[in-house]
């Protein structure tokens, strides 16, 4: 009863306010259609006056996040930006939640460093194929001529097959 009651009601909202089209209600945008820019209004850029041609946008020297002080003093602490600073055009690959850059070692010394494990691995074994005895043990006998006879050798007697019952 009380929700049939409860569904009967009426929003006040929908008499008050204008309803707004999915897209302005969406990003915020309203007065469509919009009018573009005349050509005249538009800034004179060049290549003299924009060389990167990003529109008269300053942009920053290229440099990684991670590089950066992570103990100063920024606004924006896991970012490590400033309030107001200008992007560069990729930040999305110079952010802080990019790859991080290797730089604990250089190339060669990896190289040298493998090298180096390679050898002291062969050495290791080299060492315990000389120190490591032979045998553990001396060799098992067996009577019989090493169970020769036992196991069916050429002096045993051959075995009868099911073709040679008939």
Request: hydrophobic residues 35%; contains cysteine.
């Amino acid at each position: 009863m009380f929700a049939r009651q409860v569904s009967m009601v009426r929003p006040l909202v929908s008499r008050t306010l204008p309803l707004l089209s999915s897209h302005s209600t969406r990003t915020f945008v309203t007065g469509f259609p919009r009018i573009p820019r005349k050509f005249e209004q538009y800034p004179d850029l060049n290549d003299t006056t924009d060389p990167g041609m990003n529109g008269g946008y300053v942009n920053p020297p290229a440099e990684k996040r991670q590089f950066r002080d992570p103990y100063g003093d920024w606004w924006d602490k896991q970012g490590r930006r400033n309030f107001g600073e200008p992007l560069h055009e990729d930040d999305d690959l110079l952010g802080r939640f990019t790859p991080e850059e290797y730089t604990h070692f250089k190339p060669r010394w990896a190289f040298a460093m493998n090298g180096i494990f390679i050898v002291a691995l062969l050495g290791f074994c080299g060492v315990i194929y000389t120190v490591y005895p032979d045998k553990p043990a001396i060799p098992r006998t067996y009577p019989h001529d090493g169970l020769m006879d036992a196991l069916g050798g050429p002096g045993a007697l051959p075995a009868l097959s099911d073709k040679n019952d008939k």
